[in-house]
């Protein structure tokens, strides 16, 4: 289902509010790493909103390295975004980490996000793919691109088609950055299948001075969009504050961004 050979024109994935995944246009899904409160998220949407994005990201759930670590806000960050939602017309993209977490992220978001832990978690993928929304398939730290688009079959073998593709890195012996981001697998997912992919050079470099850079070559490689975070307060982030952009910084982007293709 997943092969170009079966299905020659690229898949779009469409919301109700216009946005698009897959199309000319860019899809830029911006926001913080983790929803932390109320206040922070808020402030974040906010920019991200007046930036021209469409879609807003954030963990509610969140898959920590150590279980001492903030493991997200749960069922209340899931209410935080859709009062996001309601407030400035941003599509909300979460992760599920397992079945019952699922279950909620599918009730209060616009596209559900399956993790890099996760991308052969096949029970999770198929209940992924009884959901009526769309799944963002996150790449596995250690996928080929064959397990990767096995991945995504999971899901559509299960009736749900709206699958959009992410690459965010793979673990190399390179330690200079946190993952080692992998572009050549943009134009070898648009020759093998017709789905959409998107490229996360936040969690893909691990460092904000990074984000920038690898995101105008992203978008030159074409890839079909971007998920980037970006924190009203970096250096007080409950995660990934290394790699987060400064609101300031997240305009730049999107300035040079632009310079190279539209965004939707
Ligand atoms: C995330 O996007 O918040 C995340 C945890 O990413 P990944 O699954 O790619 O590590
Ligand atoms: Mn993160």
New binding site residues.
Partial sequence: LVSRDVKEDNTVVRFANGATIGSEELAVVAGP?AIENHKQAFAIAEHVAKSGVRFFRG?AYK?RTSPYSFQGLGEEGLKIMAEIRDQFGLLIVT?AVDNESLDQVEKYADVI?I???NMQNFSLLKRAGRARKPVLL?RGMSATLEEFLMAAEYVMSEGNYNVVLCE?GVRTFSDYTRNTLDLSVVPAVHRLSHLPILV?PS?GTGVRSKVTPLSRASVAVGADGLIVEVHNEPDRALSDGKQSLYLEQFDELMTQVRQIAPVV
């Fill in positions: 790493c963990g898959p992760e996000q993790g890099a832990r996150k965010r996360d969690h």
